[in-house]
């Protein structure tokens, strides 16, 4: 039984989790007591994990596998969450994967909104044409496609400055035609503060160097740095320990209530992931590679 509410399966996290402390099958198999071709199948997502195999593969890959089962082996859904009525997740399609962007109303005028992320950019005028709003800036995570794909044609009309670490400006250099706009997601929200907006940027790297989260709204946007009960893969595995960090760094002060929005998969609550996610339950692997 496996929990298909979720953006990753079970196979998936182990997977992620391999490739980060950079161990082959075999010897991850081996130390979970399992068969290498077992071990293969519930990656693959053919056969899914018994509670006292999770907590073995647990103790070899530094994760707390019991609460992981809690989770991915239920079929219950992830919490109900309560959302500002200031956002409206955007729920958008790139190369047919779903994948969420989100605009937030000013706290004090309505009228004015931020867009975070662009779902890819594709169909993206249509849904905020009804909004009545105007876009007073585009704050991106990070710089995969799917989250800034298209931002270059919100730019270049309302000369609307784009919010991206410098580290992530390579992974969307087609998009960057107007220098002038693109600003640092700090110094960016600390202009935005100037017009009223309450905003916190936390820088995330990992899954890509220059992922960063936003917190406002007591939500946060934390595109692919978190996902629901699992994590975006780690830009290589020497990325891993730092996506850790970053996940740590995130959860230091959120209250429980906080809501986790992602760019993929269900949305949550801080405090249930501190109780399942295998990502920010970490614990010393019983192994580690080269």
């Not at 995570?141 to 390579?170: A, K, M």
């Not at 996902?227 to 740590?248: K, M, N, V």
């Amino acid at each position: 039984m496996l929990n298909m509410h979720l953006e990753d399966q079970a196979g998936d996290v182990l997977k992620k989790f391999r490739y980060g402390r950079k161990l082959s099958l075999r010897v991850v198999a081996e130390a979970a007591e399992i068969s290498t071709d077992l071990l293969r199948s519930l990656e693959a997502g053919e056969s899914a994990p018994k509670k006292q195999e999770l907590i073995r593969l647990g103790v070899v890959l530094g994760f707390d596998g019991e609460a992981m089962a809690s989770l991915h082996l239920s079929e219950a859904p992830p919490p109900g969450v309560t959302l500002s009525s200031r956002i409206r997740p955007l729920n958008m399609s790139y190369g047919g994967y779903a994948v969420r962007c989100a605009l937030v109303r000013h706290p004090e005028d309505p009228r004015r909104a931020l867009l975070v992320d662009t779902g890819g950019g594709e169909g993206l005028e249509a849904k905020l044409a009804p909004e009545g709003v105007t876009l007073e800036a585009i704050l991106l995570t990070h710089g995969h496609e799917d989250h800034g794909g298209g931002v270059g044609r919100f730019q270049g009309e309302g000369r609307i400055p784009c919010l991206l670490s410098r580290e992530d400006h390579s992974l969307l250099e087609g998009e960057r035609s107007t220098e002038g706009l693109w600003q640092d997601p700090t110094e960016g929200c600390r202009a935005l503060e100037k017009k009223g907006w309450k905003i916190r940027v936390i820088r995330a790297p990992g899954h890509t160097r220059g992922s960063v989260a936003y917190l406002m709204e007591e939500s946060v946007f934390v595109g692919d740095t978190l996902f629901c009960g699992s994590a975006g893969r780690a830009r290589t595995p020497e990325d891993f320990p730092e996506q850790l960090e970053s996940i740590r760094h995130i959860f230091s002060s959120l209250p429980d209530n906080t809501v986790i929005v992602p760019g993929h998969g269900p949305l949550s609550t801080a405090g249930h992931e501190r109780e399942t996610n295998p990502f920010v339950r970490t614990r010393t692997p019983s192994l580690s590679g080269s």
